[in-house]
């Protein structure tokens, strides 16, 4: 389990803090969206989970232990044990995909033959046996994704921790990508920490979410519990506008019902 | 003007200084990587938001550079004659002035260094360390490889600062063909042996430009 307690970060020189006061509880098992426009502290946010970004005050307990007390040796470890995938993938241009997943476990200290091994079976979790010896300049976004994804399972990690991921793809990719990070949540039980902006992520995958506005969590729960409370911000974000859409339709010459209902 | 030496004479000497110029530029672009490179990346990553921040290291090693990087090359190479002959024993022959050239090179290169590592993208230093990884990984699975073609084309470019250099080290009798203009083109006015070394001089460098570019673009697929 994650929690984040009081966290509060600010930027040396920037008068409104980054983040503040932000409590949260992460359980095990979840898939958590924390949604936010670009600037509200999403980034900050994910990135004091695993402290590449320092919080001014406040902890992270992960597990039980508070990760801004650990030294540094017991930090990279903690690292270790949780993934992290990128908006912008960060792959290594000078090794093809298979290198590429097996660094983790080279930082880890794995023997070469086990490495070999394990990278077969994340290529194969991620569909992309067949491109083991190709470069990242030559895969799309979405085969660079699955790669980046493959990366951060390889060292077997309790918690994954999602950038924006699928804000550099096109609709369809980031179907599939999210499709992979379900069926990866069903296989492997890990706990899926997500910041995005955009709405269809929470709502294809996530079980549970925050919304993050201008450093501050306006609200935070599970998606069962927030769809039933009428003034919820995330179910009035997430659910579609009735009246907004009856406009459009009447503007249109077409009279009151929908021709399908979103669910 | 006028024309002196024959063309049996002129081969062997202009063969011969073209030996020495060689083999003072690999052995100081040798010795130059050997200190810039690490100093390089020491550079990079004490910055004050770098990944092992030491400004207070950085400042220092960045004022010793820029010191210099200020001396023009020929005062340098009078400058270090007492530590030339302290490391070598002696000031004379081409072994003598790769202590200056590399003097005078290895803080050009550290500079070529870390703006090298500048270019890597933040981001995939970011991902080795949320993996767990040291300062040492960083270096070695990012910083280096990731900047591998970058820092080809720096070290061509020393390369070819550095033939102008051990021309120059022909003022204070260092060899090689720089010495033979000096001698023979400047002192007595032979222009044979003048054209000979200018035109073994643009080989050279267009040799080692073309063998730089070439390592580079082989590493197209990095970028």
């Known amino acids: ?46 990135r004091c989970l695993n402290l590449l970004e320092r919080p001014s005050s406040g902890r992270v307990i992960v597990d039980n232990r508070d990760i801004t007390a650990l030294n540094q ?48 079976e994340l290529l194969q979790l991620v569909g992309l046996q067949d491109k083991a010896q190709a470069f990242p300049s030559q895969l799309s976004g979405g085969q660079k994704q699955r790669v980046g994804i493959a990366r951060a399972l ?64 306006v609200e935070s729960g599970k998606l069962s519990t927030l769809l039933r409370q009428p003034d919820s911000r995330l179910r009035q974000a997430l659910l579609p506008d009735r009246q907004a859409e009856q406009d459009f339709l009447r503007r249109h010459g077409m009279e009151a019902t929908p021709l399908c209902v979103v669910a | 003007m006028r ?29 130059t990587v050997l200190i810039g490179l690490p100093l390089g990346v020491l550079l990079f990553v004490s910055r004050r938001n770098g990944i092992l921040p030491m400004p207070r290291l950085h400042s220092v090693l960045g004022t010793i550079i820029n010191v210099g990087r200020s001396l023009p090359f020929v005062v340098l190479l009078v400058a270090l004659i007492p530590f030339t002959r302290l490391i070598i024993g002696t000031t004379l022959g081409s072994t003598a002035a790769i202590v200056p050239i590399t ?4 803080p050009f290169f550290a500079r070529v260094v870390e703006t090298a590592m500048d270019e890597v993208d933040y981001g995939r230093i970011e991902a080795i360390l949320s993996m767990g990884g040291s300062v040492r990984h960083v270096i070695g699975k990012v910083l280096l490889p990731e900047a591998l073609p970058s820092l080809l084309a720096g070290i061509t470019l020393t390369m070819v600062m550095l033939i102008g250099f051990s021309s120059m080290a022909g ?9 033979v203009a000096i001698r023979y083109g400047y002192q007595r006015f032979d222009n044979h ?31």
Not at chain 1, 175 to 190: E, M, N, P, T
Not at chain 2, 172 to 178: K, R
Not at chain 2, 201 to 216: A, E, K, P, T, Y
């Open chain 2, 3 to 31: 024309s002196g030496m024959s063309w049996e004479n002129l081969w062997p000497l202009i063969f011969n200084a073209t030996l020495e110029t060689l083999y003072m530029v690999l052995f100081a672009t040798f010795f």
């Open chain 2, 103 to 106: 003097i005078g090179a290895f």
């Open chain 2, 171 to 179: 003022v204070i009798g260092g060899g090689g063909l720089g010495d």
């Open chain 1, 73 to 120: 040796r017991e930090l990279r470890r903690q690292r270790q044990r949780t993934g992290m995938i990128f908006q912008q993938f960060n792959l290594l241009h000078a090794r093809n995909v298979a290198s590429n997943i097996s660094v983790p476990l080279e930082i880890a200290g794995i023997p070469r033959r086990e490495r070999a091994q394990r990278v077969e």
């Open chain 2, 193 to 223: 042996i003048m054209v000979a070394t200018i035109v073994v001089l643009i080989v050279m460098v267009q040799g080692v430009q073309s063998i730089g570019n070439r390592l580079v673009s082989s590493l197209a697929h990095r970028r």
């Open chain 1, 1 to 46: 389990m994650i929690e984040i307690d009081r966290l509060g970060k600010i930027y040396p020189g920037n008068g409104r803090p980054a983040l503040h006061d932000i409590s949260l509880k992460i359980d095990d098992g979840a898939i958590y969206g924390i949604l936010g426009r670009s600037g509200a502290g999403k980034s900050t946010l994910i």
């Open chain 1, 154 to 217: 390889a060292a077997r990690p309790r918690y994954l921790l999602c950038d924006e991921a699928t804000s550099a793809l096109d609709p369809e990719t980031t179907a599939s990508v999210l499709a992979l990070l379900g069926s990866i949540h069903r296989q492997l039980g890990l706990t899926i920490v997500l910041i995005t902006h955009e709405l269809e992520v929470v709502k294809a995958i996530c079980d549970s979410a925050a919304l993050l506005e201008q450093g501050r969590l």
